[in-house]
């Protein structure tokens, strides 16, 4: 009788690629059965991790201040739950700006787990690094700094065109050749002209004033843009791969890459390096902005808030919360920042870890709601209503000049609340407060978007 896959499956072994070539050389071999299990040592499978039979602990650092917010906190809380029976995690944590991003299970915008000796793609998700930078221009003209700056940056999507692009160094670009994941000329042209670009969504470029000092302050919100994205794609392959051979039951967002292995060194290797890609895209436009003034900047700092970091064989994945420790960062610059929404200042905070944080503090003011719930919640007024009457006094600009109300102060959770929440928990301590002059977003990309243009040409 020929040997077929439900013999293997006898012999307990899972279906996996390997199956068709094993039954073609066992049947082609005539092997006998003593033959066969000496053969098949070689596909040997790694025994099953299964889920936690009960969610591992987790800290919640958040509770419903109005009705309003009962069902985002309970569906962060729950969304916990189920995330916190992945095999790999030990300890969590839950911050005053959390929201949900998913169904049960996925990690929630502001949300910390420790992993041991596992670096979960889904949990930084595509927006690798998504960071802020804080520059300090003295006693410039924050007018002249915001206008300045609106002539350097770029928001929206794809990056600068020929000619305009910023130069990325080539010492990363080399770097990144050297990197299973990153060695990739498409990607590496990518980043080359992604470089002094911010993007979408809630990605900004602040002016505002120091409280202490009286100084201008210009301050940079965004990520690793088309760079970390490509990056998160590959590495969600290979966490896939792994989570089908070791840990089919996890959920294929909570899939892992062992750190133990070749691939597991790779990307975290891979995520170090596109990290500088996003600190050197921040430098890149504030740097543009003093060469253009003629100035020399008076102080820095910089730290990303969505991210994977190290302490031994534990990996801390912060979705959109501060790191506070320096453990967890390579080249401490200062203070950290927590921006709030455009109305409200930008936190300079310092803090250790505690029993409550794990090191961490919140990155901002989240969401209650979604951008569609939000943007119906204000139909009755027009775009330019609200926008008059959330940003008065502000110097508000859109990239697009397309105004997004999904980013305006009423979009987020109540700043004030936040920041109560982050002193009764004792998260982190405010040192400073960079107060608003105006900022940059890139506005309502969907509304003049390049290809809707194309299909109105198209028409024509």
């Given amino acids: 009788m020929e040997f077929n896959g439900t013999h293997l499956i006898e012999l307990g072994y899972r279906p996996a690629k390997w199956f068709k070539e094993a039954i073609e050389f066992i049947n082609e071999n005539n092997l006998d059965e003593h033959q066969i299990k000496i053969y098949l040592e070689q596909f040997k499978q790694p025994e099953l991790i299964p889920l936690h039979e ?79 930078m804080l520059t300090d221009f003295g006693k410039a003209d924050p007018k002249e700094v915001l206008d300045i700056a609106h002539s350097v940056t770029h928001f929206g ?40 670009t911010q993007g979408d969504g809630n990605h900004f470029l602040f002016v505002g004033i120091s409280k202490n000092t009286g100084n201008t302050m210009l301050v940079t919100h965004h990520g690793s843009r088309a760079p970390g994205a490509a990056l998160y794609d590959k590495g969600m392959k290979v966490a896939n791969k792994f989570r089908m051979e070791i840990s089919p039951d996890t959920l294929k967002e909570n899939a892992w890459i062992p750190y133990d292995t070749e691939e597991g060194k790779q990307y975290w290797e891979a995520l170090q390096l596109i990290r500088q890609w996003t600190k050197e ?25 969505n991210f994977v970091f190290r302490d031994g064989d534990l990996f801390y994945h912060a ?67 609200v926008f008059a009457e959330e940003t008065q006094g502000l110097d508000v600009r859109f990239f697009t000049h397309d105004i997004d109300i999904s980013e305006l102060p009423t979009a987020y959770k109540s700043a004030k609340n936040v920041r109560a929440q982050i002193e009764e928990y004792g998260l982190c301590e405010v040192l400073d407060e960079v107060m608003p002059y105006g900022c940059i977003m890139a506005g309502d990309i969907q509304k003049n978007a390049p290809w809707k243009k194309k299909k109105k040409f198209r028409k024509a």
């Avoid at 839950?94 to 949900?100: L, R, T």
């Fill in 319 to 385: 979705k959109g919360a501060t790191p506070l420790d320096d453990k967890f960062l390579p080249d401490i610059t200062g203070p950290r920042l927590i921006p709030l929404n455009m109305a409200e200042p930008v936190l300079i905070v310092q803090g250790t870890t505690n029993e409550r944080n794990l090191g961490f503090a919140p990155h901002g003011a989240g969401r209650n709601f979604s951008r569609t719930q939000h943007k119906k919640s204000l139909a009755h007024k027009t775009i330019e209503e």
């Fill in 54 to 132: 009960t969610a591992k602990d987790f800290v919640i650092n958040i509770r419903a201040e109005h009705e309003s917010e009962n069902d985002n906190v309970e569906k962060v809380i729950n969304t916990m739950k189920v995330l916190m029976k992945t095999p790999t995690l030990i300890d969590g944590a839950i911050m005053p700006d959390a929201c949900p991003t998913g169904p049960a299970g996925h990690i929630p915008v502001g949300g910390v787990v420790v992993a041991k000796n596992a670096i979960h793609p889904g949990f930084h998700s595509a927006d690798i690094c998504c960071s802020v």
């Fill in 157 to 196: 999507y794809g990056g600068r065109p020929r000619g305009e692009q910023m130069p990325m160094s080539q010492e990363l670009m080399d770097a990144f050749r050297e990197n299973d994941f990153l060695n990739d000329e498409k990607l590496i042209s990518i980043a080359r002209s992604h470089m002094g």
């Fill in 281 to 305: 895209n921040h430098t890149s436009i504030h740097d543009a902005v003093l060469n253009k003034m003629n100035i020399e900047k008076e102080d820095r700092y910089w730290n990303e808030h």
